[in-house]
C-alpha cells in the first residue's frame, strides 16, 4: 500500500504552498489506494508553537480533505538518538568536537574543504571520540560522506527526473545537535523509515535535501521512497511565495475568512503546477481523486497572481472564478451551513430560520449565489434579504425618486395586502395593472420596487425579490418609501 506524509513545522501559519503539497499527497493516496500521514515535525522546540500548531491544524480541517494518521515527530526522539548511534556505530558519522563559534562555513574557496568536513574531526580514532565523548566534551554526530573521486548521490525524481550530485559537492551535514537532539535531516528520514513511507512529495526547493537523505537511507539499510519534487508557487513579481514577503495573503485561513469554498480552493491550488489531460478546469474533489496523476504536475513553477493593495483584487482572479463556478453548481443543501456560518458571524441569524421559514432562507441563497463570489457576499452584498435595515445605493435610489414611483409603490403595497395567493404570478400581475391605471412604464414600479425591496439596482428576477423577502417585509418596506 502507498503511503504519504506532509509534514509541517508548526513555527507559523499554515502556507498555500504548504497546503497545495498535501493536497497533491492527498490526492496521490486516494488515487492509489493508499493512506495519508500527516506528521507534525516539532522537533524545533524554540521556535514551534501551540498557537501554529492550532492555525495548522484548522487550516487542513478547512480543506476537507482527512488524513488517515497523524504522528508528531517530538515524541520519536529516542528513535532518532538511536539512529545516530547506530551510524556512530558502523562508522557512517562521526563526532565533530569543534566548539560552535569555531566551526567553518563555505564562505571562500579557501574554506572550502573544511566546510566539507571539520579537518581534524572526521579523522579522529573511535577511542579518541569515545574518550572524549565519555569526558563531557560537547559534539555535534555529522554524516560521514564518502569522498571517492567521480562518485556521487543518484536517484530518480518522479518529476524532474534523473537526479545527481558529486560527493564533492555535499559537505558533512549534522545529524544530531550538541544537545543530543536531531536534525531535520536525521528525523525527518527516520521517522519515513518507521512509518513506512513509499513516496515522498514535497516541494522543490527540498530537493536539495533529498541528496543527503538518499545517503542516509542507504546507511540504515533502508529502501528509498519514491521522490517527487513540485515546482515552486511564485509572487506576481517572480519571487518565491513566502509568509515573509507576501504576509497573510499566502495564508490559508485568509481565503477561508474570505469566503472561499474549500472544494473551490482544492480546485484552485492543484491546478498550480498540475492539469489534467484533457484540461479541464473546474473539478470537483472526487473528480481530482480520478483524474490526479504524478505525471501531470509540471516542471514550470506556478505564479499565483495577487494585489496586495487591492480589496477587490486581493486574490488571484483564476481562484476567485473558481470559486463562484462551485458556489453556482454546489448542491444548495450543503451550501446553506456555510451561508449560515455567514449569517450568524454578522449577528442577523434568527429563530424563523430554525422553524418554519427554512424554506424561505433555502430559497434565497439559491437564488443569489448566481450573482456571487464568496461565501461573504451573503452578507455584504444581500443584507437586505436578512435583515431590515440596509444601504440605498446611489443608483437605486434614483430609481425611487423618479417621479410617481414612490406613490405607486405605496399603491402596490395595498392592493398586495388584499392578494390572497402571494406568488411571483400575483404580484407580477397586480404590479403591471397598477402600472397600466397610473400610464407609466411597468419598469417605473419594477426598478423602484427593488430599490425600496433590497436597497440595489440589479439582483434576482424583480418579482421573485418579492417571494424571497416575504409579504409581510415587503408591505412594510412598500408603506416606507
Known amino acids: 500500500m502507498n503511503r504519504v506524509r506532509f509534514a509541517p513545522s508548526p513555527t507559523g501559519f499554515l502556507h498555500i504552498g504548504g497546503a497545495r503539497t498535501y493536497i497533491f499527497n492527498w490526492l496521490f493516496a486516494r488515487s492509489t489506494g493508499g493512506r495519508t500521514v500527516l506528521r507534525i515535525d516539532d522537533t524545533d522546540a524554540e521556535r514551534s508553537s501551540e498557537e501554529s500548531l492550532r492555525s495548522i491544524l484548522e487550516g487542513l480541517a478547512w480543506l476537507e480533505l482527512p488524513w488517515d494518521e ?30 560552535q563559534d569555531a566551526a567553518p562555513q563555505e564562505s571562500s574557496a579557501g574554506t572550502r574543504a573544511a566546510w566539507l568536513c571539520n579537518p581534524g574531526m572526521r579523522e579522529l580514532s573511535k577511542e579518541e571520540s569515545d574518550r572524549r565523548a565519555a569526558s563531557g566534551e560537547r559534539f555535534v554526530v555529522r554524516f560521514r560522506v564518502p569522498r571517492e573521486r567521480g562518485n556521487g548521490v543518484f536517484f530518480k525524481d518522479s518529476i524532474f527526473k534523473k537526479q545527481f550530485r558529486k560527493f564533492a559537492d ?7 545537535r550538541a544537545n543530543g537532539d536531531p536534525t531535520y535531516h536525521l528525523a525527518s528520514t527516520v521517522d519515513d523509515c518507521d512509518l513506512g513511507i513509499t513516496h515522498v512529495i514535497r516541494g522543490q526547493d527540498h530537493l536539495s535535501n533529498t541528496y543527503k537523505h538518499v545517503l542516509i537511507f542507504e546507511a540504515l539499510g533502508r529502501e528509498l521512497p519514491r521522490f517527487g519534487h513540485l515546482p515552486l508557487l511564485l509572487g506576481p513579481d517572480g519571487s518565491k511565495l513566502s509568509k515573509r514577503k507576501h504576509g497573510p495573503i499566502v ?43 504524478t505525471d501531470g504536475v509540471l516542471r514550470a513553477n506556478a505564479v499565483v497572481q495577487f494585489d496586495e493593495s487591492s480589496a477587490q483584487n486581493w486574490a488571484d482572479p483564476k481562484a476567485l472564478w473558481l470559486n463562484a463556478q462551485h458556489l453556482r453548481s454546489m448542491p444548495v443543501e450543503q451550501l446553506l451551513p456555510r451561508v449560515e456560518t455567514e ?7 434568527t429563530p424563523e430560520y430554525e422553524a418554519g421559514r427554512r424554506d424561505r432562507l433555502t430559497a434565497v441563497v439559491d437564488a443569489l449565489r448566481s450573482r ?25 435610489a434614483a430609481n425611487l425618486d423618479k417621479q410617481g414611483a414612490r406613490e405607486g409603490l405605496r399603491e402596490l403595497g395595498k392592493r398586495l395586502e388584499a392578494v390572497d395567493d402571494f406568488s411571483e404570478q400575483s404580484v407580477e400581475a397586480a404590479l403591471r395593472s397598477l402600472a397600466a391605471e397610473r400610464g407609466v412604464k411597468p419598469g417605473l414600479l419594477i426598478n423602484g420596487a427593488r430599490a425600496a425591496l433590497t436597497g440595489q439596482s440589479v439582483g434576482p428576477s424583480a418579482f421573485k425579490v418579492f417571494t424571497l423577502i416575504g409579504r409581510e417585509r415587503v408591505l412594510e418596506r412598500l408603506a416606507g418609501v
Open 343 to 349: 449569517i450568524k458571524r454578522c449577528g442577523w441569524w
Open 170 to 176: 555535499i559537505e558533512d551535514f549534522a545529524l544530531a
Open 251 to 293: 495564508s490559508v485561513t485568509t481565503y477561508r475568512d474570505k469566503g472561499f469554498l474549500p472544494s473551490a480552493f482544492v480546485n484552485y491550488l492543484s491546478l498550480l503546477g498540475w492539469s489534467p489531460k484533457d484540461n479541464r478546469e473546474v473539478l470537483s474533489v472526487d473528480e481530482l481523486v480520478s483524474l490526479f496523476k
Open 372 to 396: 456571487f463570489t464568496l461565501t461573504t457576499d451573503f452578507a455584504l452584498r444581500g443584507k437586505a434579504y436578512f435583515m431590515d435595515a440596509f444601504d440605498l445605493e446611489a443608483k437605486a
Open 70 to 99: 497523524r504522528h508528531y515527530q517530538s515524541g520519536r526522539k529516542r528513535m532518532h538518538r538511536e539512529a545516530a548511534a547506530a551510524l556512530l556505530a558502523k562508522g557512517a558519522a562521526y563526532r565533530d568536537f569543534t566548539p
